[in-house]
């Protein structure tokens, strides 16, 4: 099985830029569809961006335009580039795979 460990989250102001990062430990990664998913407080955890393993992605509705999945299979790393972020953004964020892992989850906080 994968371990997930995300890192990048923080305080950002209305409108700023945050990058998430997400390393993989173990085997099979290049195998599996990757993604990012988070829970903001008394809400249900959402998909927020996939990408499979020939990097086609897809995007919640919510943040097409504004959020760009990548993933780096050499490195065994997976990223989250997140533009134009709004105080709905708030929420804990995790890096998943296909394979049913799951990170610890990284706060991203959108405030000013």
């Known amino acids: 099985q994968v371990q997930l460990v995300e890192s990048g989250g923080g305080l950002v102001q209305p409108g700023g830029t945050l990058t998430l990062s997400c390393a993989a430990f173990g085997s099979i990664f290049s195998r599996d569809a990757l993604g990012w998913y988070r829970q903001a407080p008394g809400k249900q955890r959402e998909m927020v961006a996939r990408v499979s393993i020939i990097g086609i992605t897809n995007y919640a509705d919510s943040v097409k335009g504004r959020f760009t999945i990548s993933r780096d299979n050499a490195k065994n790393m997976v990223y989250l580039q997140m533009n134009s972020l709004r105080p709905d953004d708030t929420a804990v964020y995790y890096c998943?795979?296909?394979?049913?892992?799951w990170g610890q989850g990284t706060q991203v906080t959108v405030s000013s």
């Open positions: 998943w795979s296909e394979s049913g892992s």
